[in-house]
């Protein structure tokens, strides 16, 4: 029984890695290892399913489900480079003059995160490639930019203030809100996940929720998060 | 003639001594957390049947203990696979007995201050057993001085803050500033989730109050800021 388990898992990552690899074009300089890690990561976000969402997960994906994740990337992302993107600490960008394409840089296996946070950064990126929705602009950090113990907000490396800083969004449906409902739902209504991705998932959608800067936006967002649509 | 008697000497000479090594050196090789190659110098005391409660558990980490060797297996083929979704998190990594946790904490404090995720899973596995009413005191103190660890200054090397410095660090750092602080974050989850579950034993719940006041004093900002927001909030309920 243990062997046809395994066997089986075994199948299944590499049906879905299958698809990820056919469904995405990798530039030859794309080293194995991060290649193998951006298609088991697909493979895991792939497997994940749920019976419920919230209305404005429903808009931007559907259904918290592996597929429409998925195919929710694969309109938007053809292909995968390498870049620097830089920085020293980035892990991906979006280059404007590239359609349709995701850099991503050695970062995102060397930097350990927790796997649904590495997602989350490339889902994140992909939504910055909407040309059509002016690649999602970031807004200017308001200035004082304080978070909810009345701290200054700064960069933890540099130290450096983040207000005025290009960091932060008004809307709920550009990188930051959407990934912020990608993990939030994830993290409230997988029920493929472990405890630990649901954990991750809310942790970091938190995290997230904290550059949306725009009162009424984050109170519906919050709000939004409390309210299932079911199937 | 001769010659080869002492060729032959000299080769079952090597070979005897080959054997030995073999018998006397194969349990330091075969090195596995949780068996008999662990044990704690101080704890040589506990053969002599003179023990508390709480050294009592560590005789299970002393002896090769097959439960604790699975579940540290487990957990390492995990790590390894960078898959956090595996199902045995919570199948096989729930309900920890007191020598498994000993064993995580001891891992815990083995494991280079930049494995975040790992050092944060291990905090999620002692938080989520707290959480769900099966934590200790002990626990606690674990938790405790997870919280009271310097912060971690740059993901590639905790000890050496990042130098230099630019829009695309801000625009997505939030991210690396979570898992910098991510084996906190989690146990000030689970510290947090415990303490509204309202299942606690009056002197747990008083140990992780202290925690939490201790942690006001940690050297790292967010958790100064993260446990005085939980104290607050459990004070105004």
Known sequence: MKRLTFFFSVLTFLTFSSFAHAALQFDSNVQPALKQQILEDFAFIQSIKSTQASPMHQKVFGTVDGTNYFNWFTKRVFSVGIDDCGSASAVACVIVMYANKIWMTKNYTQFNHPQIARLSVIYHEARHTEAQNGNWSHASCPTPYRNAQGQDMKSIWTGALLAGKPACDITAFGSYGSATIFLKNIGKYCTTCTDKVKADADLYGSDQLGRIIDPKSKKNMIADFAIPYKK | ?237
Not at chain 2, 14 to 38: M, N, Q, R, Y
């Open chain 2, 1 to 237: 003639m001769k010659l080869f008697r002492i060729l032959i000497f000299v080769f079952s000479l090597v070979a005897l001594v080959l054997v030995a090594c073999h018998f006397l050196l194969k349990p330091e090789l075969a090195v596995l957390p949780g068996t008999s190659s662990e044990m704690h110098s101080a704890n040589l005391s506990v053969s002599q049947g003179n023990v508390s409660n709480s050294t009592s558990t560590h005789i299970a980490t002393q002896v090769p203990n097959p439960e604790v060797a699975e579940k540290l297996q487990v957990l390492a083929e995990i790590f390894k696979s960078k898959n956090d979704n595996d199902p045995r998190m919570d199948q096989v990594l729930k309900n920890l007995s007191e020598p498994v946790k000993l064993a995580l904490q001891k891992q815990y404090s083995e494991t280079k201050m930049e494995m975040r995720n790992e050092r944060g899973t291990i905090a999620f596995l002692i938080g989520r057993e707290l959480a769900e009413g099966r934590g200790s005191l002990t626990d606690v103190e674990f938790l405790k001085n997870i919280l009271l660890e310097k912060p971690c200054l740059s993901l590639l090397d905790c000890s050496k803050a990042s130098t230099g410095g630019s829009s695309e660090e801000e625009h997505l750092e939030g991210i690396h500033e979570t898992t910098a602080h991510y084996p906190q974050l989690m146990d000030l989850r689970y510290l947090k989730q415990a303490l509204e579950s309202g299942n606690l034993t009056p002197e747990m719940k008083a140990s992780i109050i202290a925690t939490l006041e201790a942690a006001r004093h940690s050297p790292n900002e967010r958790v100064v800021q993260e446990a005085e927001a939980i104290l607050n909030s459990v004070q105004n309920k």
